[in-house]
């Protein structure tokens, strides 16, 4: 059964770091494009960060370009979230979801969702 499971959330201030696991079972993940995308209260999910199979391509929301970093680890069947400067509107919860081939960023396109860890950043 295919399972996902993000960790790593937690409150943190303004200007502060997190990152973001998203473990994989169930699936064969070095075959899958993985998201992260966020959901903010009475919010639309919207996209964050995308990675393809191997790592070698990524995309990336204007709203956190330079800041965040999305990577991956097909040995351990895991995908990051580096999450730098984190600002007030970062909060929300954080989702990873995955889908095979290629990298999207409509989140209705992924196959597998986990749970969601929670983020929250203090002004």
């Known amino acids: 059964q295919e399972q996902l499971v993000e960790s790593g959330g937690g409150l943190v201030q303004a200007g502060g770091s997190l990152r973001l696991s998203c473990a994989a079972s169930?699936?064969?993940?070095?075959?899958?494009?993985m998201g992260w995308f966020r959901q903010a209260p009475g919010k639309e999910r919207e996209f964050v960060a995308a990675?393809?199979?191997?790592?070698?391509?990524?995309n990336y929301a204007d709203s956190v370009k330079g800041r965040f970093t999305i990577s991956r680890d097909n040995a351990k069947n895991t995908v990051y979230l580096q999450m730098n400067s984190l600002k007030p509107e970062d909060t929300a919860v954080y989702y990873c979801?995955?889908?095979?081939?290629?990298?999207?960023?409509?989140?209705?396109?992924?196959?597998?969702w986990g749970q969601g860890t929670q983020v929250t950043v203090s002004s």
């Open positions: 169930g699936l064969t993940f070095s075959t899958y494009a």
């Open positions: 979801a995955a889908r095979q081939f290629s990298v999207v960023v409509t989140p209705t396109r992924y196959d597998y």
């Open positions: 990675i393809n199979w191997n790592g070698g391509r990524t």
